[in-house]
Nanobody, 120 residues
Framework: QEQLVESGGGQVQPGGSLRLSCVASLSTFENFPIAWFRQAPGQEREGGSCISQSGLTQNYARFVTGRFTISTDNAKNTVYLQMNDLKPADTAVYHC?????????????WGQGTQVTVSS
């Protein structure tokens, strides 16, 4: 069972920024890509971004390109999601997830999530 723990959510005004963190086990961090997806109440899961094991390859869904940046801190087994220019439509629970095909939106394991609320 792979373990992932998210943090960093909160409430911000439109146009604001947040940085989410996802701490993974060493084995997960070294062997699988890690992705972020979000889910709003009553809506389908929506994949946003992922990063390869090496950290060299990042993918972004169209709705986050230019606003969100995914990165890693290898020393801390942590993946970050820097979110800028947040919009009310970004309100959701954000989860990090992993699995061999995480960058193809196929998630085997995910964390409990962190709530992001964008409102004025």
């Amino acid at each position: 069972q792979e373990q992932l723990v998210e943090s960093g959510g909160g409430q911000v005004q439109p146009g604001g920024s947040l940085r989410l963190s996802c701490v993974a086990s060493l084995s997960t961090f070294e062997n699988f890509p890690i992705a972020w997806f979000r889910q709003a109440p009553g809506q389908e899961r929506e994949g946003g971004s992922c990063i390869s094991q090496s950290g060299l390859t990042q993918n972004y869904a169209r709705f986050v390109t230019g606003r969100f940046t995914i990165s890693t801190d290898n020393a801390k087994n942590t993946v970050y999601l820097q979110m800028n220019d947040l919009k009310p439509a970004d309100t959701a629970v954000y989860h990090c997830a992993t699995g061999p095909d995480a960058c193809r939106y196929e998630y085997d394991y995910w964390g409990q999530g962190t709530q992001v609320t964008v409102s004025s």
